[in-house]
């Protein structure tokens, strides 16, 4: 009972700061008001056609390529600094759409996007990933945002929605077809906590195929999660974080595994995985000491992704679980300290972090 009413305690204290802001709690939801959905959108939109400063990350096979611009390269996912990011700040505002129709921003939203996603765009990035050596890229960061923006794009009945779904399903396949040469070959997780991460990746693939229906994809994902993930035990969850995570490398790996097992199974392999005082540790929330370093204000998004991870482990845990509570009360504290900061960073954290903010509120 004294727990319970701390955590009542907190989300009052929190929700006096929400209700003059942009968002509101309801029981221990963040609910997203239209205002905050537009001030949100403002900063994808801004940066969707903005060009540089640019990271391509391109390797060049000759003068010719070497010296493109980023359009030149990627003519749909140009903006936002680098290729992910401009997929992710898409679909994020496709969400956008899809839960506030009337937004102010929603015309422009529209416009934006169809400037970018048209079949001819669209043939020229199949094209960049039959590149030999770049077939690899964006493994699997960006190929997972892709098919998170294609797994909104499918469960919408809009006409814009349709027509873009349409121009990117091509890409997609594209990706589809990498990533199931691929998981066969990954003899080792990667376990970093950027974009590299495996189960990330492996996280959005698997919730794209089962809402697509792609049972080959599905299976090929599971089998691929059971051997790199399901012998885990005792993780070091005391190296983390690193001071440029904006992923907790071991609760995204739960976060995985909470979708791949059935409930039983999930908690009898959390048990093993991560100790009481690891959970603890998990709760400290991330010390943000420079929002204008690109790198740094990484761990403003390590805020939303632990935020969404402990959320979602902690819907599978039994009422009774102590562990249930610490996860919702840290989960609570982190997307509350990645929201009130959202708009005090710079252009580092600006071209990214309102996708994981929207990704937090809504998973």
Not at 169 to 175: E, F, K, M, S
Request: with cysteine; net charge negative; charged share 20%.
């Amino acid at each position: 009972m004294k727990k319970i009413l701390i955590l009542s305690l907190l989300l009052w204290t929190i929700n006096i700061y929400a209700q003059n802001n942009f968002y509101t709690i309801n029981n221990i939801r963040f609910e997203l008001n239209e205002e905050g959905a537009s001030r949100l959108a403002a900063l994808p939109l801004k940066c969707l056609h903005q060009e540089y400063p640019n990271k391509t990350s391109h390797t060049s096979m000759s003068d010719s390529d070497h010296i493109m611009t980023p359009r030149q390269l990627h003519p749909v996912f140009y903006g936002c600094f680098d290729w992910h990011s401009c997929v992710h700040g898409h679909w994020m505002l496709v969400r956008l759409l899809k839960d506030f129709p009337q937004l102010p921003e929603a015309t422009a939203i529209r416009a934006a996007i169809n400037r970018n996603i048209n079949p001819e765009n669209m043939a020229q990035e199949i094209a960049y990933f039959r590149i030999p050596l770049s077939r690899s890229w964006e493994r699997t960061y960006g190929w997972a945002w892709l098919l998170k923006l294609q797994q909104e794009l499918t469960t919408w009945n809009d006409e814009d929605g349709i027509h873009w779904r349409i121009a990117l399903q091509p890409l997609c396949d594209t990706i589809i077809s990498r990533w199931m040469d691929f998981l066969p070959k990954q003899t080792y997780a990667n376990r970093t906590g950027v974009h590299n991460n495996t189960a990330f990746g492996l996280i959005l693939a698997l919730d794209y195929a089962r809402i697509a229906g792609d049972k080959a994809f599905e299976a090929a994902i599971i089998k691929s999660s059971m051997e790199l993930y399901a012998k885990d035990k005792n993780v070091p969850a005391e190296w983390e974080p690193n001071g440029t995570d904006f992923l907790s490398p071991a609760l995204i790996e739960a976060d995985l595994m909470r979708r791949v097992l059935n409930k039983l199974e999930f908690i009898k392999w959390f048990n093993d995985f991560l100790s009481g005082k690891s959970l603890e540790h998990f709760a400290e929330l991330p010390v943000v000491s420079d929002r204008n370093d690109y790198q740094i204000v990484h761990l403003d998004g390590l805020c939303f992704s632990r935020s969404w991870c402990m959320r979602g482990i902690a819907s599978v845990l039994p009422d009774n679980d102590k562990r249930k509570l610490v996860l919702i009360e840290s989960a609570v504290q982190h997307l509350n300290m990645g929201l009130s900061n959202i708009t005090e960073v710079g252009y580092g954290g600006e071209h990214w972090l309102a996708s994981f903010a929207i990704y937090a509120l809504n998973e």
